[in-house]
C-alpha cells in the first residue's frame, strides 16, 4: 500500500499527506491556498516505512487502523 507523502524541506522529513496545505501532523507543506502543477509535483506516492516524521505515522495508524 501507498500513500501520498511530501518532503519537507525544511527538516528534509518525508510526511503523509492529510490535504491540499497540510500534512497529518499539521506541519504545512503549501502555504497558498491555490494548489498548482509544481504542488502536486511534490507529493509521492511512498509505503509507510519510508516516511520520516514520526508523528505523521502515528496518527495515521490510529485514523486508519493500518
Ligand atoms: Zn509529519
Same mark, same amino acid.
Given at each position: ?29 503549501n502555504?497558498?491556498s ?5 504542488? %502536486?509535483? #511534490?507529493?509521492k +506516492? /511512498?509505503?509507510?516505512d519510508e =516516511?520520516?516524521?514520526? %508523528?505523521? #505515522?502515528?496518527? +495515521? /495508524?490510529?485514523?486508519?487502523? =493500518?
Amino acid at each position: 500500500m501507498h500513500y501520498p507523502t511530501v518532503l519537507l524541506s525544511n527538516t528534509n522529513e518525508m510526511h503523509i499527506v492529510k490535504d491540499e496545505q497540510t500534512c497529518i501532523c499539521g506541519e504545512k507543506y503549501n502555504y497558498f491556498s491555490t494548489f498548482t502543477r509544481s504542488d %502536486l509535483r #511534490k507529493i509521492k +506516492f /511512498k509505503k509507510l516505512d519510508e =516516511v520520516d516524521c514520526p %508523528l505523521c #505515522k502515528v496518527l +495515521f /495508524k490510529n485514523d486508519y487502523q =493500518v
